[in-house]
């Protein structure tokens, strides 16, 4: 089984191909312009076995199965098992309606042929997101420091916070559109408060849980309250921070699309649900591809942050 692990892609790949190129197409669904389909499952295998040979030669000492590359080739397998039994049952037999489950060479094909459109709603939409998940950061981190240090600040502010933190961020929509002249400063608005509330919320829950003994031996040393804020404080509430920047990131997903999908003129949310609009599934799609990956890599970067920032907490949360 070790010996086959390896060609399991190749084998899946071989599979698939055969489905596509020997089994004729369904007369129900329209013919693409290029098998896209069978181009990409040969480009991901082939990045796969190149990928995985470059890092067989780094690390000889390691056994193949030990190898985080050789490790997914079995996964890689069966995705594309998985695309090749979706194909059958689309494309090749029509077996799920045309109507709702286009070709998969349609589907991939969205993203080579309007790739120009896809592309400039990705930059509306990543412009809007971060403006917002910026402003809800800020605002959220020091309101969450004052709230964490000063007696003051948490009689005033906490309550604010517990009665406006819970409300769904979607349902200020009707009078946002209403405040703001346009829809992207409202969208942007809206994933700001997605982020805000778990910020403010784990910031300060960081901060008062420090022990007070910290606190007391920089008094004792000089320190300032500014440097007991931000040499002291912050730092060790950093693990809350980022824990709640993360959820509010997550929020600001699902309140992106819900706001694009209302009143905006681009973005990746107002694509997908313009497409549906026009019973283009295939666009659909494509659309839902370019949202999994975007938010994938967005997600990725930020925990390649924290395990910069957070050097002694690498790999406590994985992903």
Known sequence: MKILRPLLPLLSLAAA????????????????????????????????????TAQYFKNKNNSATEKPVFYRGPFLAGVILFLNLLNIFTVKTALFPVLYFPALDRVFGTLVEDRT????????????????VAGGLIIGFFM????????????????????????????????????FSEARSASSFIIGISVWFPTVVLTSSGIANVKNSYFEVSSTLGAGQLQKIFRIGVPAAMPSIFLGLFNGIC???????????????????????????????????????????????????????RDRVLGWQKGVIKW
């Open 17 to 52: 191909e055969i489905v596509a190129f020997a089994v004729p197409d369904s007369p129900l669904h329209q013919p693409a312009k290029h098998p896209y389909f069978a181009i990409l499952l040969i480009i991901a295998v082939a990045v796969y076995y190149i990928a995985a």
């Open 117 to 132: 459109l896809i592309i400039k709603c990705i930059g509306f939409s990543m412009g809007i997101l971060l403006k917002g």
């Open 144 to 179: 969450g420091i004052a709230v964490g240090f000063s007696k003051a600040a948490e009689y005033w502010i906490n309550p604010l916070i517990r009665i406006l933190g819970p409300i769904p961020s979607t349902a200020w929509i009707p009078i946002l559109l209403v405040v």
């Open 251 to 305: 929020g600001s997903f699902v309140a992106l699309m819900t706001a694009e999908m209302i009143g905006a003129k681009y973005g990746i949310g107002w694509y997908v649900n313009w497409q549906k609009e026009m019973m283009a599934y295939s666009n659909v799609y494509a659309g839902l591809i370019v949202i999994a990956v975007m938010f994938y890599l967005v997600i990725t970067v930020l925990f390649k942050i």
